[in-house]
T-cell receptor
Framework: DGGITQSPKYLFRKEGQNVTLSCEQN?????MYWYRQDPGQGLRLIYY???????QKGDIAEGYSVSREKKESFPLTVTSAQKNPTAFYLC????????????FGEGSRLTVL | AQSVTQLGSHVSVSEGALVLLRCNYS??????LFWYVQYPNQGLQLLLK??????LVKGINGFEAEFKKSETSFHLTKPSAHMSDAAEYFC??????????FGSGTKLNVKP
């Protein structure tokens, strides 16, 4: 099936540890995005990538890092520098053009203990 | 600059009643507008999108939205609510370059 796979679905982390969230897509979309979702705040953009080997910071990039070595993959690392990492993280992809919508994965819920 | 405002973080309707979820946007360019639905602990699913072809847009599950440029609005409606419509709904605008801007969401509760 075509789609976006995020893993793990649930993740627990101790303070001071880095953690990497996986996002894989087989939609052949060029653009990929990472969003953070907190209750009552909508979706906030962390990083995005429009082509392989290139990515840009979004509105809340501090404490996060990404890579885009393959078109299909856009992993997000939540570092120990992120002060409040407990959140729901969503990966999305997009076709080109102005009318293209975002396609979302099922999300990963990170809890810092 | 683009932004999206959703009025009402929580809306409650009875089953069979009209659903109206409000969205107002600001955009310095002709907007491309979207409505998404999210069920608990899941990703977002596209309901419908406005891309300037027609001001009244029909989407999935009986939802529709009307683009009103004079009011800078893109409200989501459904004539008759169903229990399965209970979810959170997000309005979004595309900035014609590289970003979507999302509203803060409206949680819809459907009472039996």
């Amino acid at each position: 099936d075509g789609g976006i796979t995020q893993s793990p679905k649930y993740l627990f982390r101790k303070e001071g540890q880095n953690v990497t969230l996986s996002c894989e897509q087989n939609l052949n979309h060029d653009a990929m995005y990472w969003y953070r979702q907190d209750p009552g705040q909508g979706l906030r953009l962390i990083y995005y990538s429009q082509i392989v080997n290139d990515f840009q910071k979004g509105d809340i990039a501090e404490g996060y890092s990404v890579s885009r070595e393959k078109k299909e993959s856009f992993p997000l690392t939540v570092t120990s520098a992120q002060k409040n990492p407990t959140a729901f993280y969503l990966c999305a992809t997009r076709q080109g053009g102005n009318t293209g919508e975002l396609f979302f994965g099922e999300g990963s819920r990170l809890t810092v203990l | 600059a683009q932004s999206v405002t959703q009025l009402g973080s929580h809306v409650s309707v009875s089953e069979g009643a009209l659903v109206l979820l409000r969205c107002n946007y600001s955009s310095s360019v002709p907007p491309y507008l979207f409505w998404y639905v999210q069920y608990p602990n899941q990703g977002l699913q596209l309901l419908l999108k406005y891309t300037s072809a027609a001001t009244l847009v029909k989407g999935i599950n009986g939802f529709e939205a009307e683009f009103k440029k004079s009011e800078t609005s893109f409200h989501l409606t459904k004539p008759s609510a169903h229990m399965s419509d209970a979810a959170e709904y997000f309005c979004a605008v595309w900035n014609n370059f590289n970003k979507f801007y999302f509203g803060s969401g409206t949680k819809l509760n459907v009472k039996p």
